[in-house]
């Protein structure tokens, strides 16, 4: 997808804070971080949300969490870490390529969503 901003920091064609990369995942810090661990895990291709999987892409969903404890690790959050995957306009997503954040830090992350009845 050439107009994407997450397949053209896969190309190289915008800087990013990467911090991991293989054969089917790249993974960078966020540009405005939430917690002191803030990380982006994407797939290299172009999947433009949860809502857009299939089967096939189990193996790239695979690696995106089973890279998360290694670099939550690597980076301050050694004792837990939270992954979120937004998707869609009821999950909030705002960049429609694939992406999971590990949030983490020294201090819990809170709590994980505010109750509407609240
Ligand atoms: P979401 O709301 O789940 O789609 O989250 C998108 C995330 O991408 C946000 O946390 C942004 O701060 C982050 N983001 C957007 N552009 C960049 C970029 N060029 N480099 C790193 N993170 C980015
Ligand atoms: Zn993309």
Redesign the pocket.
């Known amino acids: 997808m050439t107009d994407c901003?997450?397949c053209k920091?896969v190309a190289g064609d915008?800087?990013?804070?990467k911090c991991f990369e293989d054969d089917l995942v790249l993974a960078?810090?966020?540009?405005?971080?939430?917690r002191p661990t803030?990380i982006?895990v994407i797939p290299k291709k172009h999947i433009a949300s949860l809502a857009d999987v299939g089967t096939e892409d189990e193996p790239v969903l695979g690696r995106m969490l089973s890279v998360a404890q290694k670099l939550a690790a690597e980076n301050g959050s050694g004792d837990g870490f939270r992954c979120?995957?937004?998707t869609g306009r009821v999950?909030?997503?705002?960049?429609?390529h694939l992406?999971l954040?590990i949030l983490g830090g020294p201090e819990p992350v809170g709590p994980m969503v505010k109750n509407l009845k609240e």
């Not at 915008?14 to 804070?17: G, R, V």
């Not at 960078?28 to 939430?34: A, E, R, T, V, Y």
């Not at 999950?91 to 429609?96: A, Y």
């Open positions: 901003i997450f920091i915008i800087p990013a804070k960078f810090h966020d540009i405005h971080p939430l803030h982006l979120i995957i937004n999950g909030g997503q705002e960049v429609p992406h954040h």
